[in-house]
């Protein structure tokens, strides 16, 4: 997998100076195209398409800086439609407009070159399992909320000290098993899950069978399939934000899946006198196809 990865790294490379076609770099990792832009935002950090701008906007600096092509020319080879988008994209990643940089002879911003390799720290396991699960409901109540991947997010915090007891109550009561009681989910992300971008944040449960809902709680129809279900415990946030780290770059590199389209539900459990959580990750998989 990491090898497929850095094949399509150097395709991107490649093709700087012109169109970068995503299904093109799925085909080369030999993965699908949600899959690939899930794993590379979650191993690189930030989106796909902001490494390619921030590359473009590197090796474009170096042109700037070089004079032998004019500043249109290098706008227009880099994909810019003209002179004044490519001055604005310009400095807001080098701190100053491509004109002045080459007059004065400025210091820019480098975004380095990417590759992707495994680390394997025998100190160390993951626990995980294979579910596969028939359709169900989430129930529940749900807020739309920006997407943060360090610390509490206070717009949760925020949403879920409104429902009262009283409607937590009453979801709860909904639950079924497998996973059990009171659950975070994640959906409907932005394609790129960029910080800062927004997603559907629900605090619900998995509901059993037989459950009548209220009208007033929201509901999501999950349709069959496979989950890889993770665990681990420590403190709160950072085990969890780990552990989605370690799913990144040590756990699907190593198995036979992929990231599929789906919710994202976690179930966490605070351990008393510790101040540590006990957390289970579900996520949306499927078998990977391989060439």
């Known amino acids: 997998m990491i090898e ?14 012109g169109e970068i076609d995503v299904a093109e770099l799925a085909r080369i990792a030999m993965t699908s195209e949600y899959h690939f832009r899930r794993l590379f935002s979650m191993l690189a950090g930030m989106p796909l398409s902001e490494y390619v701008r921030r590359r473009r906007l590197t090796v474009a600096g170096a042109e700037v800086l070089d004079g ?19 001055a604005r994209a310009f400095r807001a990643m080098h701190g100053v407009g491509p004109g002045e940089a080459r007059r004065d002879g400025a210091v820019l911003t480098s975004q380095p070159r990417m590759s992707f390799r495994l680390v394997v720290e025998g100190n ?3 626990e995980y399992r294979i579910v596969e699960k028939p359709d169900f409901r989430i129930v529940g109540k749900k807020a739309r909320v920006t997407l943060v991947y360090l610390g509490i997010n206070p717009e949760i915090a925020e949403f879920i000290k409104g ?8 979801i709860t009561a909904l639950a079924g098993t497998d996973p059990a009681g009171i659950v975070s989910v994640s959906d409907d992300f932005s394609p790129n899950r960029e ?14 069978e037989d459950a009548v809902v209220p009208a007033d709680l929201d509901v999501l129809d999950v349709p069959a399939g496979t989950w890889a ?3 681990n415990a420590g403190p709160f946030p950072e085990a969890l934000q780990k552990m989605w780290g370690d799913v990144a770059s040590q756990w699907f590199p190593s198995n036979p899946y992929e990231a599929r389209p789906g919710p994202e539900i976690l179930r966490t459990r605070f351990v008393p006198e510790t101040g540590d959580t006990e957390a289970e990750l579900w996520i949306p998989v499927a078998r990977a196809a391989r060439g």
């Open 229 to 231: 279900v993770f665990t």
């Open 163 to 170: 429902l009262g007891t009283e409607t937590v109550e009453r």
């Open 124 to 126: 160390s396991s993951m």
């Open 68 to 86: 032998e092509r004019t500043l249109l020319d290098i706008a227009v080879r880099y994909g810019y439609t003209s002179g004044e988008a490519f």
């Open 195 to 208: 910080e800062g971008s927004e997603l559907d944040y629900w605090h619900a449960v998995v509901a059993r």
């Open 4 to 17: 497929h990865l850095n094949r399509a790294m150097d395709h991107i490379e490649r093709h700087l100076d």
